[in-house]
């Protein structure tokens, strides 16, 4: 049952974040607006990805974390790179949660 719960939320995750990604309506995820998310868009994706603007950062600091890194599995599917997600903690000031260490 563990197993599938944890599909389940996995499958969730990516059904939000398609509906971000298609500009739905904004929900929760985490302690953040899910339209928020795209201030740090920049800073995770590309070959050559800027710094983390202010706003990225203010949404990060925001956010809880460890909710957060459960779903980088799913990065990805949506060009976002798993390992620059994880290190946005540490270069907006933060230290980064357990959970996000790969």
């Known amino acids: 049952m563990a197993r599938f719960s944890g599909a389940l939320s996995q499958w969730v995750m990516v059904v939000l974040l398609i509906a971000l990604l298609e500009g739905a ?16 868009r920049p800073s995770v994706t590309g070959k050559s990805p800027r710094p983390p ?5 203010g949404v990060v600091h ?5 909710c ?4 980088k599995a799913v990065l990805p599917s ?12 540490k270069k ?3 230290k980064t949660p357990p959970e996000c260490v790969a």
């Open 25 to 40: 309506h904004a929900v929760s995820i985490c302690n953040i607006d899910s339209a928020q998310l795209n201030y740090c």
């Open 53 to 57: 603007s202010k706003k990225c950062c």
């Open 62 to 66: 925001q956010a809880n974390l460890p």
């Open 68 to 71: 957060l890194c459960n779903y």
């Open 78 to 89: 949506f060009g976002i790179d798993p390992a620059r997600a994880m290190a946005l903690p």
């Open 92 to 94: 907006c000031g933060m």
